[in-house]
């Protein structure tokens, strides 16, 4: 069966650096868009990031511009999520997620993905 794994989520202080690493198995194909979304309690879920695997178009929420870097990992079916100078709302769980579709038609979209993991808490203290 198709998996999404997240690891490396942990606790920093503000100003403080995680990356992320989401893996995939069972697949033959990931997709055509890699996203990272989070969510806090009581909160909605957001998009965060995302990737296009083919194209290499990368795709940044406003809040994490300049800070967060997705970039493909080692092998065709690992991404990672880099994230530097975090911020005490950046506390989250953080999900890996895998869409059939381009990330150009709604890379922020949850509903647009048909694969997701079961993801990793960041906590930011500040």
């Known amino acids: 069966a198709q998996q999404l794994v997240e690891s490396g989520g942990g606790s920093v202080q503000a100003g403080g650096s995680l990356r992320l690493s989401c893996t995939a198995s069972?697949?033959?194909?990931?997709?055509?868009?890699v996203g990272w979304f989070r969510q806090a309690p009581g909160k909605e879920r957001e998009g965060v990031v995302g990737i296009d695997t083919i194209r290499g178009g990368k795709y940044y929420a406003d809040s994490v511009k300049g800070r967060f870097t997705i970039s493909q990992g080692d092998t065709w079916n690992s991404y990672l999520l880099q994230m530097n100078n975090l911020k005490p709302e950046d506390t989250a769980m953080y999900y890996c997620?895998?869409?059939?579709?381009?990330?150009?038609?709604?890379?922020?979209?949850?509903?647009?993905?048909?694969?997701w993991g079961q993801g990793t808490q960041v906590t930011v203290s500040s």
């Open positions: 069972g697949f033959t194909y990931i997709g055509h868009c």
């Open positions: 997620a895998a869409s059939s579709r381009y990330c150009s038609d709604g890379w922020d979209r949850a509903y647009a993905y048909n694969y």
